[in-house]
């Protein structure tokens, strides 16, 4: 695409030279028709010279002509070119958002695992041993089932034990920091691809969004969040 863009851009910049050297021709032309005509006019010999003039300035008209249709023509040729110019910019502009967005996804994935993992291990360390049911669930695929059990905790209560067990126990600590931050990555990846911030949003009102705010306001700190 953007062998393409500079092709169109080099095709105009020729065109305009070229035009340009044919106005300046054209020009010079004239020039000499004009003095030619000024020259039989003020001759002793003029009316000899009557059908020499006649002929000159149907010449000259018709170098006119042409000079008007070159110039409809050239001005037609760069509007073509700005247009396809304008088209492959706007194509590689879609191609190079399209790539971001679709490798944005696929990391995207993969972060969504990882805070499902340390959702689990959050959990875990709440409740020192997880439930048979909540093991049975994970190990058939249910990966946001501990994110879920996390968020029936948030209440104020729930959340004054968090910061305890935060301020007091280092491996609940490391595993906390750890969903905060790759939370933080996804949001901040998102809104490089996505502006409108509508990923940001989504991130934010899903289940593992929503258990950001909780573990972030239990411990004292909102970042992206907010």
Do not use: C, W
């Not at 065109?15 to 001759?43: I, M, Y």
């Not at 700005?82 to 994935?109: G, I, M, P, W, Y």
């Not at 809104?191 to 969004?209: P, Q």
Request: without cysteine; charged residues 25%.
């Amino acid at each position: 695409a953007g062998s393409a863009f500079e092709d169109t851009t080099k095709q105009a910049t020729d065109s305009a030279h070229a035009a340009s050297g044919r106005l300046t021709d054209t020009t010079r032309l004239v020039a000499d028709q004009v003095k030619s005509l000024r020259e039989f006019t003020t001759s002793p010999d003029s009316a000899n010279n009557l059908r020499r003039v006649t002929d000159q300035a149907e010449e000259l008209r018709q170098i006119l002509d042409q000079v008007g249709v070159a110039a409809e023509n050239h001005q037609l040729t760069l509007v073509r070119v700005t247009e396809e110019a304008r088209s492959q910019s706007e194509k590689l502009l879609d191609t190079v958002k399209h790539s971001e967005r679709d490798a944005f996804l696929n990391a995207a994935s993969s972060m969504v695992d990882a805070l499902h993992q340390a959702a689990i291990d959050v959990d875990t360390i709440l409740d020192g041993n997880l439930p048979a049911d909540v093991i049975m669930a994970i190990d058939a695929g249910d990966r946001g089932v501990s994110v879920r059990r996390l968020l029936s905790r948030y209440t104020p209560a729930g959340a004054a034990a968090m910061a305890d067990l935060y301020a007091r126990d280092r491996a609940f600590t490391q595993r906390v920091d750890r969903y905060l931050e790759t939370f933080d990555s996804l949001l901040a990846q998102a809104n490089r691809v996505d502006r409108s911030k509508l990923l940001h949003t989504t991130f934010l009102t899903a289940d593992i969004g929503k258990l950001y705010v909780f573990l972030a306001r239990s411990i004292g700190v909102m970042q992206a969040a907010e």
